[in-house]
DNA sequence: GGAAAAAATTGACCTATGGTAAGAAATTAT
DNA sequence: ATAATTTCTTACCATAGGTCAATTTTTTCC
């Protein structure tokens, strides 16, 4: 928590109530590998996650019983189901650990109050949600010129640890290809 | 101009002096179908504009010379190269009309300094940006489990009365498929 | 440490979509 | 209106990636 309260301070000063009140809407807690934090079809959704230490990943079975990845969480990044939150509709999204995880859990509602108490949260968040639009706009024109192959070197660099707690298929359904084609991709990086 | 102000206004109070501050950055233009509003590869990016009325398109050229589209913007929609502005880099996207538009065009930075003048501005930009955001995971969830036919009618729906002003590759390019495979696609659909 | 379960690989085949090129249709400019 | 230009369609073939099933490898858990 103080890793977070950290890096929202490196950019802007925060009031002594700020932070406890940042304290007071959350908790620390570590959840085993394999659990699912949200279930996809929940009636609500009011949880937002911080990542302190670990990987979590958010994605949808669709009617075909395929998964898609949406996100990986690790590190200092937030995650959570932001079209059920945002529609006010049910999970449209599951969220699992895909290793023994450490997380801040916000209440969903509280946090978004936060805003009328204290102003000053405002522009972190914008910031931080400005960044993520530029990190989606990314991943959009990605998935639009380049190939399996090379979509799945980008991701090796931008997530270069996460081969370890990820299975094959995780990344496969993040990347939009199957696991199959995914293995085939590995095998002709390895030729080369 | 009147109607992104009243915009604000439906979900909030703005003062005077935040409203004439609005108009102090901005100015209403109107361009030709056809105009490139940014260009990709220039070297800044300093303007972001909010649609009046028309249609553009963001889009960017790749390598092989193929075009993918980012994003329409119609009546209501902003519209700018976000990852250059975020990333402080030469233009990554163009911007062109795609028929006669009218805009209001906000210099970025200026833009940005409202909110440590205007504070009264950040929940307005709050809730903009997380529904972007939300509607870029739609995408991208979409684009992961649809096939192009099915991301067609879905296109089709979300923007009815575009097809009057775009070509069919601008379509094309922003589902993800070549403009031959439009085609089709659109050919299969008259047939049913 | 070994059995059971889960995941990854591989091969054979299939399908959706891409590439190319030519002609038809629509749009734009004169 | 007509010519020039751009866009769209269509036919044919090519290919990246998907599907299914069998096998091997890795991981999990008593």
Redesign the interface.
Known sequence: MKALINKIKSNQDLSLEAEAYLYAISEKKTFSKGTVLIKQGQATVNKIFFVLDGCLRSY?V?KNG?E?T?QFGIKDWWISD??AI??NESA?LAIECLKESTVIVFNAKKLNNI?TQF?EY??F??NL??????S??????N???LTASERYDLFLKQYPDIEQFTRNYHIA?YL?VTQESLSRIRVEKIKK
């Open positions: 949808c669709d395929k898609h949406l932001y079209i945002h529609n449209t805003f102003p405002e522009p968040l914008r949600l400005e960044r993520h639009v530029v989606l706009h990314q991943r959009i024109l998935q639009l010129q359904s939009g």
